[in-house]
């Protein structure tokens, strides 16, 4: 990645990563639909042990990136290991090992909505541990639906009875069925009202110390990227251009990257983050309180018009809710 050696030269360069320390390498990756070229030469390392952000705008390849890792999308070119092991060109068979030590939440929970919460929980615990059965497959899928926060009473409901916040930790309990080392996050506060996405932040973050989780996170939300990413890696131009903390980020003279985090929504994060710390040892501010005083300051609207009470009530909240898609769940079976 030379171009971010260049800039900003106290930022390891790849080669250099230690490979014990590296869970997911990517050299060279290609990934091409038709003549519609989406990666060329991508290169990244995703750390042990770290809560990895991955930005870019709209057609950069973000959620193809995390599939081409996860083995639902064949690269042109590339190679691709993970824990060690090189996944590209190999069978499900063969990948079975390291499949088994990661886990998926999609956009919007892509839960099966034939299945209640539990059931959907049980679906990798059944593909990849066949033997176990009856109450024991039901006391596991207790215990993740309440490790995620939601009530106990979740585990028999149906996809079409929660609230899209209550969706998304179902789809995040199903993750984490297999207690996995590795976490994809796709989106996993889009949808959700301020309060809301600050809780699944807190979440993601207390799950991650707690479990000892390697976190790649897909989000455009620059409140979770500045309270929970231990680094953000910056698509654009067909590959990973750069690769950081926010403030060694903020250091590059990169047209996208200054727009992105010190347009209006960036320095409502800013200023939301400014004041929690400004406030730290007193009562800390949630996000949303953060939020608002933030936007009067720069005169911005929230993204979201989600209703907490709607979420508590388990009715679906605020516009741009991501409908679950039964195509993508259908994944988690291959």
Known sequence: ????????????????????????????LRNAFGDSVIHDNLDLDVRRGEILGVVGGSGTG??????????????????????????VGRSLEE??????????????GALFSTLTVAENVQVPL??????????LLDDIASYKVVMTGL??????????????????????????????ELLFLDE???GLDPIGAARFDELTRSLTDTLGLTVFLITHDLD????????VA?????????????DELLALDHEWIQEYFNGPRGRTAIAAQDKIKADAGTLAPTRADAVDTAQETVGVRDRSGGNEAAERNGIEGGGGTVRPRDEEAEGMRR
């Open 1 to 28: 990645m030379s171009e971010f050696s260049a800039t900003a030269p106290h930022v390891r360069d790849l080669d250099a990563e230690d490979s014990d320390d590296v869970v997911i390498r990517v050299r060279g």
């Open 62 to 87: 973000k959620s193809v990136l995390m599939r081409s890792i996860i083995g639902l999308q064949t690269p042109t070119e590339g190679e691709i290991e993970v824990f060690g092991q090189p996944t």
């Open 95 to 108: 990948t079975l090992n390291i499949r088994r030590r990661w886990g998926v939440l999609f956009q919007g």
């Open 126 to 135: 059944r593909e990849f541990y066949p033997e176990i059965t009856g109450d």
């Open 151 to 180: 009530p106990p009473d979740a585990g028999p409901k149906y996809p079409s009875e929660l609230s899209g916040g209550m969706k998304k930790r179902a789809g995040l309990a199903r993750a984490l069925a297999l207690d996995p």
């Open 188 to 190: 996993p506060t889009a």
């Open 224 to 231: 979770t990227l500045y309270a929970i990413c231990d680094r």
């Open 234 to 246: 910056v698509l654009a131009d067909k590959k990973v251009i750069a690769i950081g903390t926010i």
